[in-house]
């Protein structure tokens, strides 16, 4: 079995790949040879050290999301095949979970039979472990806390991120109007032509120079001069969250699920007459929403990207060797979609 291990906080020097001998399931567990990865932003700040929470004290795996093939079973476990195509439970690699490997940086993972969801046939092996951070963060709080529908105007900033053309879909899906903002205006073409990036428009806030543009008139045209009723951002400081604000529609909310800005004082005067909120979103509280709430949300994802109503984007595919070289890649910001791990 292969393994990423990071020895110690720092770059990408630090994660290291080990060879072990390929662990026998335990009662109750199903060996699943991993056949992709999700790379995630918290990967990378788990390894400098700025997750801990996530990562705990080195040598750790790093890996939030995977899925593959069973591989073997444990003892007593009637329920699955060898040969199931499966999406481990985004539960499965929380580090409290004692009942499997962790991490999902590996080639082979242990975990318990009910936490292997069967894989509809219509999801692709390399999406297989890629799909729980972008949509169940999309999901979450579109569909969960917020309940769009039609008539809501949805804007959707780093549009090109994996959660961002994730939420795309599910915008898209509920019937509201959906708008993308990038930064970088070369990726606008590529996303414009895209079939899975379901958005209605796509708004450029910078400029080919760095330049912040003037996307506040360009939201009023497109809404009308209503404004954006749900803000779904990853960015959310200074200037940026500033701009967010004032185009927010009467009783509008920015959910918060990021912080890719720089933290900045904001002028928040407009919530108050227009009687608007922002709000923090974190993934993690489907999860503490018991197990009915992540059944029903794992449930109806999977069923979507099943039945191809939700399709993952996935950007670019590395080996599980090359792990350092991907989160290199994600630290630019050039790609647009989900980066995988592939052992
Ligand atoms: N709260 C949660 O539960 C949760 C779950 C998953 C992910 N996240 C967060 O969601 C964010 C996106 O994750 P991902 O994996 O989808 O990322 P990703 O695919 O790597 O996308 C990142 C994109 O964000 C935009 N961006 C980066 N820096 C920016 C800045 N300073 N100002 C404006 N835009 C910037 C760029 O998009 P453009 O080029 O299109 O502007 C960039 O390509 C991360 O911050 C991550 O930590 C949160």
Redesign the pocket.
Known sequence: MKSVVVKAFGGVDQMHLLEEPTPEPGPGQVRVRLKSIGL???DLMARKGEYKLYSGEPPFTPGLEGGGVIEALGEGVTTRTVGQRVVLSADAPRRRNRNSSGGTYRSHYLVLAEQALPAPDGLPDDALGAVW??YL?AWGCLVWKQNIGEGDIVAI????????LAASQVAHERGAKVIGT???PA?AEELRAMPEAKFDHIVVTRDADGNDTDWYHELRKLTAGRGVNVFFD??AAGA?LDTEIRSLANYGTIWV??L??KPAKVDVSPLIRKHASIRG???GEIMDGGPETLERAEREILEALGEGRYKLCIAERFKLEDAARAHEK?SE?Q?IG?LVLVP
């Not at 900033?157 to 961002?164: E, F, I, K, L, Q």
């Open positions: 995630n932003h918290a951070l972008p963060t900033p780093a549009a090109s991120s994996s959660v961002g990038t930064t970088h990726k990853p960015v940026f699920y990021g890719l800005g979103w974190v993934l994600m910001g790609h989900k």
